[in-house]
């Protein structure tokens, strides 16, 4: 069974500070996606990358950026210069490969990042 | 704006009771996901569609049911109501149904069973 691990429930920073949320999965696939949403105090959930398992290269965007480590089966988040605008919950999803069962995803428990001025 | 609208937004009702919530998928879209998110449970799939066609279910109880219709749009229907399904459903749409798509997500709609 997959599963997916955030083990920071709550995390709380001033501004301009850096901040990395955990995420650590399981899966009996070789072949996988990892995905990143954002859920702000609005309610709805905003995509914000993905990832497939045979491509480890860090990726950033902006201030975020991302580290896949597949040895270690994680796939760190990084804010960096974090804003009062970042508060929100964030998720770690992974994606069962099945074909019949499309973007079927496996979330963490979440992790709320407040971003305080 | 994620183009994908759940009604209604709020639904307070009674145990016993059924419900329907409803999502209009992006224009376009072929797939339609519902998940439930709860304290307790955390953020959980319950089932996808994919162009009429269930696709694949999830942790979803049998007094639980969906479809979706020839216009894309679902239903997500809950009967025998209980206080546990108290929760917040979102429906989800993406344009196939790859298990590498990135999912635009409604605003929810937020059940509470008094």
């Known amino acids: 069974a997959q599963k997916v691990t955030q083990a920071q429930t709550e995390i709380s920073v001033v501004e301009k500070e850096d901040v990395t949320l955990d995420c650590v999965y399981e899966?009996?696939?070789?072949?996988?996606?990892l995905f990143w949403y954002k859920q702000p105090p609005s309610g709805e959930l905003v995509f914000l990358i993905r990832?497939?398992?045979?491509?480890?290269q860090n990726e950033i965007s902006g201030r975020y950026s991302w580290n896949f480590q597949k040895s270690t089966s994680s796939f760190n988040f990084t804010i960096t210069a974090s804003q009062v605008v970042d508060s929100a919950v964030y998720f770690c999803?992974?994606?069962?490969?099945?074909?019949?069962?499309?973007?079927?995803?496996?979330f963490g428990e979440g992790t709320q990042l407040t971003v305080n001025p | 704006d994620s183009g994908v609208t759940q009604t209604p937004k709020h639904l307070i009702t009674a145990t016993g009771q059924r419900v329907t919530l409803r999502c209009s998928p992006r224009?376009?879209?072929?797939?339609v996901y519902w998940y439930q998110q709860s304290l307790d449970q955390g953020l959980q799939f319950l089932i996808h569609?994919?162009?009429?066609?269930?696709?694949a279910k999830g942790n979803i109880l049998e007094r639980f049911s969906a479809q979706q219709f020839p216009d894309l749009h679902s239903e997500l229907n809950l009967s025998s109501l209980e206080l546990g399904d108290s929760a917040l459903y979102f429906c989800a749409s993406s344009l196939d149904r790859r298990a590498n798509e990135k999912l635009f997500f409604g605003s929810g709609t937020q059940l509470s069973v008094l």
């Open positions: 990832r497939n398992s045979f491509d480890e």
């Open positions: 224009s376009g879209d072929l797939s």
């Open positions: 569609y994919y162009n009429g066609e269930e696709r």
């Open positions: 999803a992974l994606s069962d490969l099945s074909e019949t069962s499309g973007s079927r995803l496996t």
């Open positions: 899966t009996r696939d070789t072949t996988y996606y």
